[in-house]
């Protein structure tokens, strides 16, 4: 698939027994299985490699949403060293 080849494979995860079952979801047929020792597990890491960053979209705050607390803790640290001084 050309989308697959540009872009990559975009993977989903699910468990199935004790066994870690993944596809493409773009539907080009490439996919794998890896085998745990328990069923736990595979469940546990299908959830957690079956999370998208977009999942967290507004959750995390963005680089520029975070500078206005970097330039307080800067500030806040300048005024340490000039009073050690």
Same mark, same amino acid.
Do not use: I, N
């Given at each position: 698939?050309?989308?697959?080849?540009?872009?990559?494979?975009?993977?989903?995860?699910?468990?199935?027994?004790?066994? =870690?079952?993944?596809?493409?979801?773009?539907?080009?047929?490439?996919?794998?299985?890896?085998?745990?020792?328990?069923?736990?597990?595979?469940?546990?890491?299908?959830?957690?490699?079956?999370?998208?960053?977009?999942?967290?979209?507004?959750?995390?705050?963005? =680089?520029?949403?975070?500078?206005? =607390?970097?330039?307080?803790?800067?500030?806040?640290?300048?005024?340490?060293?000039?009073?050690?001084?």
């Amino acid at each position: 698939m050309l989308t697959c080849r540009l872009l990559g494979h975009r993977y989903g995860f699910h468990a199935e027994g004790h066994v =870690l079952v993944w596809q493409c979801e773009r539907g080009c047929g490439d996919g794998g299985a890896k085998e745990y020792s328990s069923a736990a597990d595979a469940q546990k890491f299908a959830a957690a490699f079956d999370r998208r960053d977009t999942d967290d979209l507004g959750r995390r705050a963005p =680089l520029l949403g975070l500078f206005p =607390l970097r330039l307080w803790r800067w500030a806040r640290e300048r005024e340490r060293r000039r009073q050690q001084d």
